[in-house]
């Protein structure tokens, strides 16, 4: 299983992003689709995550601003980012939770929101 992430980059406070996650094979032999960041000396932390049955789940700091969906058909998870802040800063990674078994990391991507 690979889980390509994408969509990373510099942005500007106030500033939108959207973050990519492209899963090789079906999305749905997932249960739970993820987003999770981390900043360096940091533990990583869950921001978003989607059932299979599209039920959602944010971070607080998240709630509001940022939007995780999933295109079955593309077998790729979403996370739409808006409103940016500078915490927002951080390697995102995304995550992919079968119903059985192990879960997968793909490879991050850099989020900076800076001036």
């Known amino acids: 299983v690979q889980l390509q992430a994408s969509g990373g980059g510099l942005v500007q406070p106030g500033g939108s992003l959207r973050l990519s996650c492209a899963t090789s094979?079906?999305?749905?032999?997932?249960?739970?689709m993820a987003w999770y960041r981390q900043v360096p000396e940091k533990q990583r932390e869950l921001v978003a995550h989607?059932?299979?049955?599209?039920?959602?789940v944010y971070v607080d700091s998240a709630e509001g601003r940022f939007t995780i969906s999933r295109d079955n058909a593309k077998n790729t998870v979403y996370l739409q980012m808006n409103s940016l802040k500078p915490d927002d800063t951080a390697v995102y990674y995304c995550?992919?939770?079968?119903?059985?078994?192990?879960?997968?990391w793909g490879q991050g991507t850099l989020v900076t929101v800076s001036s």
């Open positions: 995550n992919a939770r079968p119903y059985y078994g192990q879960e997968y």
């Open positions: 094979g079906s999305i749905l032999r997932f249960n739970v």
């Open positions: 989607i059932s299979s049955s599209g039920r959602t």
